[in-house]
């Protein structure tokens, strides 16, 4: 058992971070303007702080959609490039200027997005701002633009382009998220680097959530998107396009709808591809569609817990099962092979001081393969912003630390930094030897054994290499180094699928550990 006050027992200390993850790349002012090049747009994924508590690794896992999802929607005669500043190659480039700048943004990475923004306007340049910040702050971000893009850039990027080359670009363009979303084109992965991401292949099969919690930026004062799903068909001929092993779903919920999710399956299945995706815990609900995802090639889900107090996810107006019953739900999951990355919150008004240790303690009792805590963040236009910001709780409004690493606002029965030093503590417990040892899979036959060095090599990639991520992204070798393990681990759950359909259908599991690509997600 841990003790309640273990995490303030000792001062935790900081954790080495390269100057790389922290520093963003200078931008000379001294640059002269020079020739633009007519019809070539630049995309661009603006610089963020690391957080030297988490695993740097999350941050090449899989690319963002926001910029290629758009991208695709570019009319030929348009050169486009994408620069993602957090692959560690330095500033943008300017040479020769894009006539168009496209940049994302969202409030951890406003600041850095205002000063590229600024930098490409003084030499010529026309800037497109779009993303989430633009659609919560749109008054802090118009300055700094030539034009904002409110809401999906899918429907607004062509329109943008047409008014550059007819010289009537507007200050503001809105579009909604309440078309068919089976009309967008796949997103424009052929730009992406390859051999920076562990894989290239995002996916996306639906958009929006049948929650809406008042922390989510789902939230978001004007934002209405209801759930829409792709066709599987179209979700699959993008899967095997991008020639991965393995694709990442960065939807909200990929289980707000379960049919939806039973027929994505039936069309996952026959590629034999493995893949990992965020869902609610409710999808537990019905055991049968947990056993169709590992058919299909589900080796890992997401799964935001957000707290193990039902005060907490009362508040927070989330429909979840009672916490009393999130371990056997986690078991069904392993059951079947599935590994859990459970996401927490720290710092609701119902935790106190021991939040930290209990959340710790249940984590490993159950062992969840993975866990990431964020530090409750109140997003600005969310109904928890306003509430904060009623009561008088809100710390600052710098948003580069609104990354849920820090506390931006008054806890109700901890200081900040108590919150703060909660929160370094329960990452440390989590990434050390022995809670990763505490938590590798269950050995019952000696095919569960194969899975354990398969594990422990996972984890400690991911979870004890902040030293050498930073190499391994200035120099490309994300994607080589990881490989290898990707491709082993989806061999193995082919096999194992193949045991698991022999099963009776309604008989769990217990045909062996599959093995996992990597204990993370998004
Ligand atoms: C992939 C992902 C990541 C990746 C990549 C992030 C990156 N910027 O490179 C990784 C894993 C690294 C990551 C990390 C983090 N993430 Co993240 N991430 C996501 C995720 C799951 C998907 C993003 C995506 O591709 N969406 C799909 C695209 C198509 O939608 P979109 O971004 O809204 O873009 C559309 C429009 O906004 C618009 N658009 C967007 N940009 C532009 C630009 C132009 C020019 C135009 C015309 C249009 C346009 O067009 C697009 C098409 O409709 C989202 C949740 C989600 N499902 O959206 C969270 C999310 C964006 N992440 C979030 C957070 C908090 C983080 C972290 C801070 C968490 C942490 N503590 O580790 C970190 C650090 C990042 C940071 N400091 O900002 C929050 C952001 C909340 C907020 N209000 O800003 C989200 C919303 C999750 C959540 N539910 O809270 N993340
Ligand atoms: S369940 Fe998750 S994605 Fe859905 S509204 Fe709540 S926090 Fe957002």
Redesign the pocket.
């Known amino acids: 058992m841990i003790a309640p006050d273990e995490p303030f027992l000792h001062f935790v200390k900081k954790r080495w971070i390269p100057p790389e993850m922290t520093t963003v790349p200078a931008l000379d002012p001294d640059e002269p303007a020079n020739g633009i090049e007519p019809h070539y747009a630049l ?1 661009i ?1 603006p610089f ?4 030297a508590n ?1 695993s740097f690794g ?10 290629t ?2 991208a695709a929607t570019t009319p030929p005669h348009w050169r486009v490039e994408y620069w ?1 500043e ?1 692959l560690l190659d330095g500033r943008p480039p300017f040479h020769p200027m894009p006539q168009v700048v ?8 406003a600041r850095r997005a205002y000063e590229l923004a600024d930098w490409y306007r003084a030499r010529g340049a026309k800037v ?9 702050c749109p008054d802090e971000c118009a300055p700094h633009a030539d034009a904002l ?1 409110l ?7 062509p329109r ?1 382009l047409r008014d550059i080359e007819n010289n009537s670009l507007q200050p503001r ?1 809105a579009a909604t ?1 309440e078309n068919d979303y089976c009309d967008d084109p796949s ?1 424009r992965r052929s730009i992406l680097p390859r051999h920076s991401f562990l894989t290239t292949t ?1 996916l ?1 099969a639906t ?1 929006g959530c049948h929650n809406r919690c008042g922390f ?3 939230a ?1 004062d004007g934002l209405r998107m209801p759930y829409r799903m792709r066709h599987p068909e179209q979700v699959v001929a993008e899967f095997q396009a991008d020639d991965q092993p393995y694709a ?1 779903f ?3 919920n990929l289980g707000s709808r379960r049919d939806y999710l039973h027929a994505l399956c039936a069309a996952l299945r026959p590629i034999n591809k493995i893949w990992s995706a ?1 869902v609610t815990i409710d999808v537990t609900d019905d055991p049968s569609l947990i056993r169709h995802m590992a058919l299909a090639g589900c080796t890992g889900v997401f799964v935001g817990f957000e707290s193990l107090s039902d005060s907490n996810l009362a508040d927070a107006h989330k429909k979840t099962p009672k916490t009393s019953d999130y371990a056997r739900r986690v078991r069904i999951l392993h059951d079947y092979g599935i590994q859990v990355n459970g996401s927490f919150v720290l710092g609701f008004d119902h935790d106190r001081k021991d939040v930290f240790a209990r959340t710790a303690e249940w984590i490993e009792e159950n062992r969840l393969e993975c866990a ?1 805590f ?1 530090i409750l ?1 109140p ?2 236009a ?1 109904p928890l912003f306003q509430l904060m910001e009623t009561q008088g709780r809100i710390l600052h409004r710098d948003w580069t630390l ?4 820090h506390a931006v606002f008054q806890p109700k029965h901890m200081t900040p930094e108590e919150l703060e030093q909660g929160y370094a503590w329960i990452y440390q417990r989590l990434f050390s030897h022995a809670s990763i040892w505490r938590r590798r899979p269950r050995v019952e036959t000696w095919r569960d054994l194969q899975a354990v060095p398969l594990y422990l090599a996972m984890s400690y990639l991911y979870k004890r290499s902040n030293r050498f991520w930073h190499l391994l992204i200035k120099h490309d070798l994300v994607n080589p180094v990881w490989k290898p393990l990707v491709e082993m681990t989806r061999w193995r759950h082919v096999g194992y699928r193949k045991r698991l359909a022999e099963r009776d259908a309604m008989v769990p599991a217990p045909v062996a550990a599959p093995g996992q690509v990597v204990s993370a ?2």
Not at 48 to 51: L, Q, S
Not at 102 to 109: M, W
Not at 402 to 405: A, E, K, Q, R, V
């Open positions: 995309l994924n963020y702080a690391k957080d988490a999350k941050h090449v896992l899989t690319p963002t959609l926001a910029l999802s758009f993602d957090n496209g940049i994302t943004v969202h409030l951890t990475f497109i701002f779009g993303g989430l910040h633009v659609l919560s893009a809401g999906d850039g899918v429907q607004l990027w943008i363009y998220y997103p995002s996306i958009r989510c930026y789902l978001t990442v960065i939807d909200n965020a990431t964020h963040t997003y600005p969310t609104y990354d849920t690493g997600g998004v």
